[in-house]
């Protein structure tokens, strides 16, 4: 059928996590010892990507807790329409997860680093 599978989408916006937190934080994270776990997937699919489309993830943090923070997502393609301006998108899905911090070593959710939040917050201004 020329498009791609709909699981893809969830390892595109695993590479827009992965992005946001080699940008945004920029720090050294012991991934063994503490860090995240995904505890849910919303996506939402709006038009099909086929293999040819050059495709952007758009990632923001939406929600900050005490243990536990949200992600929004949007695949988005050039409009396909040569009139518009280069810079108009068009979306192809939208997602949104959560993330729980976690301490693999003692098996327990743990608070969100502080210096996330901080890091977070300032890149969301």
């Avoid at 599978?5 to 390892?11: D, E, M």
């Avoid at 995240?36 to 050059?54: C, E, N, Q, R, T």
């Avoid at 923070?69 to 899905?93: G, Q, S």
Wanted: aromatic fraction near 12%; glycine fraction near 4%; charged fraction near 30%.
């Amino acid at each position: 059928m020329r498009h791609i599978n709909n699981a893809n989408y969830h390892t595109y916006i695993e590479l827009g996590r992965i992005k946001y937190f080699s940008d945004v934080v920029k720090l050294p994270v012991d991934w063994v010892q503490k860090g995240i776990i995904l505890a849910s997937v919303k996506m939402d699919y709006l038009k099909p990507v086929f293999f040819d489309d050059h495709i952007e993830v758009l990632t923001r943090c939406s929600r900050m807790g005490n243990k536990s923070f949200d992600f929004e997502y949007l695949i988005v393609r050039p409009h396909p329409d040569p009139l518009l301006e280069e810079r108009e998108k068009e979306i192809c899905a939208s997602a949104t997860t959560v993330q729980v911090c976690f301490d693999y070593v003692k098996n327990e959710t743990i608070p969100m680093p502080e210096e996330w939040k901080k890091l977070f917050g300032e890149f969301e201004k």
